[in-house]
């Protein structure tokens, strides 16, 4: 690692992350573990793991711990989904049932359940660009907000994504009716798993594969699948619950184990590779992927993406400029805060002032429902992964903490 004051960071600052999190979450075990990288003007800054990637097993967290990185699957998938758009094989404005004609008649909620539904006809057709920046108008079963929410998980869609096929997600959505008309609202949803259903059929190739090829190779993310290899099997963290998860209530104190890791379902293979939340990694390979995203699509010689499109992914789509708390329609969402918007795949701060929390108009992040989070900074040349393994992401405010410790050991800023 670099030295920090060569970067503008302080390192007496930057030592009040490990110092934070241990004291305030691993040693009371509110936290499992964590792991912090700190990426800026091209250099690694600060890495720093602590606690345990197995508790019943006693297993220290090694560097590189293998992390269900959850729902910081979506901008990997949003990534790949406008490498297509850049092809000219599909485009924003392109109508969903372009692509899935079993979608084409989708109606609106009006009232009644899976048993008879009564619709009414969108005052739109659902975009691609609908999908991107979650308003599609599907949502979520653990959203818990109506009568579309119980179909979802009556019908167990997408409530477990490791099971079931891509194909069979995507029928038994056309039988659900839509909770707003496309673009009218923010709702955290299935959409970007619908994205993996696309690419795939854009491409023409198994969407794990294109991932593969497309993104994991090039960038060197050596680490990243949708399946745990045997080989890798030793490296995967436990997966911790706190508090009462959707219906299931854990016990209190230190959190309950979620999923053993030597008994994983990621270790065997799935036929629903889900682009909302499927992805396993760890923190060199997602730092390698945001450090694209910062280069403007490109890192080491290799580019995914043009930076004109990458700008053009970062900036806030929410209609009218609105942020998040104008349009979210959502319980639960990996952003809760004002002076967010919405880009193509990720979360974009539009006001600094109103999110209460350093940061800069125009970085960009997402987290993932264990608590893992990153975000990008290009005014501060900044990047910050941040991995560790408790459900859900809502449990502590150690994503806003982290955000305020690291731009608290900045010495330089750009004006």
Same mark, same amino acid.
């Given at each position: 690692?670099?030295?920090?004051?060569?970067?503008?960071l302080?390192s007496e600052?930057?030592?009040?992350?490990e110092?934070f999190?241990?004291?305030?979450?691993?040693?009371?075990?509110?936290?499992?573990?964590?792991?912090?990288?700190?990426?800026r003007r091209?250099?690694?800054?600060?890495?720093?793991?602590?606690?345990?990637?197995?508790?019943? @097993?006693? $297993?220290?967290?090694?560097?590189?711990?293998?992390f269900?990185?959850?729902?910081?699957?979506?901008?990997?998938?949003?990534?790949?989904?406008?490498?297509?758009?850049?092809?000219g094989?599909?485009?924003?404005?392109?109508?969903?049932?372009?692509?899935?004609?079993?979608?084409?008649?989708?109606?609106?909620?009006a009232?009644?359940?899976?048993?008879?539904?009564a619709?009414?006809p969108?005052a739109r057709?659902?975009?691609?660009?609908?999908?991107?920046?979650?308003?599609?108008?599907?949502?979520?079963?653990?959203?818990?907000?109506?009568?579309?929410?119980?179909a979802? @998980?009556?019908?167990k869609?997408?409530?477990?994504?490791?099971y079931?096929?891509?194909?069979?997600?995507?029928?038994?959505?056309?039988?659900?009716?839509?909770?707003?008309?496309?673009?009218?609202?923010?709702?955290?949803?299935?959409?970007?798993?619908?994205?993996?259903?696309?690419?795939?059929?854009?491409?023409?190739?198994?969407f794990?594969?294109?991932l593969?090829? @497309?993104i994991f190779q090039?960038l060197?993310?050596?680490?990243?699948s949708?399946?745990?290899?045997?080989?890798k099997?030793h $490296?995967?963290?436990?997966?911790?619950a706190?508090?009462?998860l959707?219906?299931?209530?854990?016990?209190?104190?230190l959190?309950?184990?979620?999923?053993?890791?030597?008994?994983?379902?990621?270790?065997?293979?799935?036929?629903?590779?889900?682009?909302?939340?499927?992805?396993?990694?760890?923190?060199?390979?997602?730092? $390698?992927?945001?450090r694209?995203?910062?280069n403007?699509?490109?890192?080491?010689?290799?580019?995914?993406?043009?930076?004109?499109?990458?700008k053009l992914m970062t900036a806030n789509?929410?209609?009218?400029?609105?942020?998040?708390t104008?349009?979210?329609?959502?319980?639960?969402?990996?952003?809760?805060?004002?002076?967010?918007?919405f880009?193509?795949?990720?979360?974009?701060?539009?006001d600094?002032?109103k999110?209460m929390?350093?940061?800069?108009?125009?970085?960009?992040?997402?987290?993932?429902?264990?608590?893992t989070?990153?975000?990008v900074?290009?005014?501060e040349?900044?990047?910050?992964?941040f991995l560790?393994?408790?459900?859900?992401?809502?449990?502590?405010?150690? @994503?806003?903490?982290?955000?305020?410790?690291?731009?608290?050991?900045?010495?330089?800023?750009?004006?």
């Amino acid at each position: 690692m670099t030295k920090p004051e060569s970067i503008g960071l302080s390192s007496e600052r930057l030592a009040k992350i490990e110092a934070f999190l241990d004291e305030r979450y691993v040693k009371p075990g509110k936290l499992p573990c964590a792991q912090v990288q700190v990426w800026r003007r091209g250099k690694l800054a600060y890495d720093v793991t602590l606690g345990l990637a197995d508790r019943e @097993r006693n $297993r220290a967290l090694e560097s590189d711990a293998l992390f269900r990185i959850y729902s910081m699957t979506k901008p990997i998938t949003s990534v790949a989904f406008m490498m297509l758009v850049e092809e000219g094989l599909v485009a924003l404005d392109d109508p969903v049932a372009k692509f899935i004609p079993e979608w084409a008649n989708l109606g609106v909620f009006a009232a009644g359940t899976d048993a008879g539904w009564a619709k009414t006809p969108p005052a739109r057709p659902m975009l691609m660009i609908d999908l991107l920046r979650h308003t599609s108008g599907l949502t979520y079963g653990f959203q818990m907000q109506g009568n579309v929410d119980a179909a979802y @998980r009556k019908l167990k869609v997408a409530e477990d994504l490791r099971y079931g096929t891509l194909q069979e997600f995507i029928d038994k959505l056309a039988g659900i009716p839509l909770v707003f008309s496309p673009g009218d609202a923010w709702n955290y949803s299935v959409s970007t798993d619908v994205l993996g259903y696309l690419v795939e059929k854009i491409s023409g190739r198994p969407f794990p594969d294109f991932l593969e090829e @497309r993104i994991f190779q090039p960038l060197g993310m050596v680490d990243t699948s949708f399946t745990v290899p045997a080989d890798k099997a030793h $490296r995967l963290t436990a997966c911790y619950a706190a508090g009462v998860l959707g219906s299931k209530a854990v016990k209190p104190g230190l959190p309950s184990l979620q999923d053993d890791p030597e008994k994983s379902p990621y270790l065997t293979p799935t036929d629903f590779p889900s682009g909302g939340g499927g992805l396993v990694g760890t923190a060199a390979d997602y730092m $390698r992927f945001a450090r694209m995203l910062l280069n403007g699509g490109e890192l080491d010689g290799v580019r995914l993406l043009g930076p004109k499109t990458l700008k053009l992914m970062t900036a806030n789509h929410l209609p009218d400029g609105k942020d998040l708390t104008q349009m979210s329609k959502s319980l639960f969402s990996e952003a809760t805060y004002a002076g967010v918007g919405f880009g193509l795949g990720f979360g974009v701060t539009v006001d600094p002032v109103k999110t209460m929390i350093p940061g800069s108009a125009g970085d960009f992040f997402w987290g993932g429902a264990a608590s893992t989070f990153f975000w990008v900074d290009p005014a501060e040349d900044l990047a910050v992964v941040f991995l560790t393994q408790l459900l859900p992401s809502s449990a502590y405010p150690v @994503r806003r903490e982290l955000r305020t410790l690291v731009y608290s050991a900045l010495t330089e800023i750009a004006e």
